[in-house]
């Protein structure tokens, strides 16, 4: 499991809150697994502070069977707020880009 770059980490928050007023999101462990096993969830990101690890366990392999980019992002309050909520969430998919298209581009490329 390769650590991300602080840039990809931020650049993974700003497509979550474009994606959120752009295009679509999914939030939380049931949506984001669906949308994965759909394959229409197009970025994942996952906060590594989640308790037990075992709820987000499953996707890494998931996400690399359906070819989707995933990153793990350090807090899940941050990630809970890049989505719009006011709690913290385990797990977010971007699942029409809207306007964040080029920021997952880029993403995808570093990764």
Do not use: F, W
Not at 4 to 23: C, D, F, L
Not at 77 to 96: D, K, Q, R
């Amino acid at each position: 499991m390769a650590d991300v770059s602080k840039e990809v980490i931020e650049k993974a928050y700003e497509a979550i809150e474009v994606a959120r007023t752009s295009g679509k999101i999914k939030k939380g462990t049931n949506e984001v697994t669906k949308a994965i096993e759909r394959g229409v969830a197009k970025l994942v990101v996952i906060a590594k502070d989640v308790n037990p690890p075992e709820i987000t366990m499953h996707m890494r392999p998931l996400c690399e069977e359906k070819k989707i980019p995933l990153i793990e992002v350090p807090s899940k309050t941050e990630l809970g707020t890049a989505a719009g909520l006011p709690v913290g969430t385990s797990t977010v998919a971007i699942t029409e880009e809207g306007k964040s298209k080029e920021i997952i581009r880029e993403i995808s490329q570093k990764l």
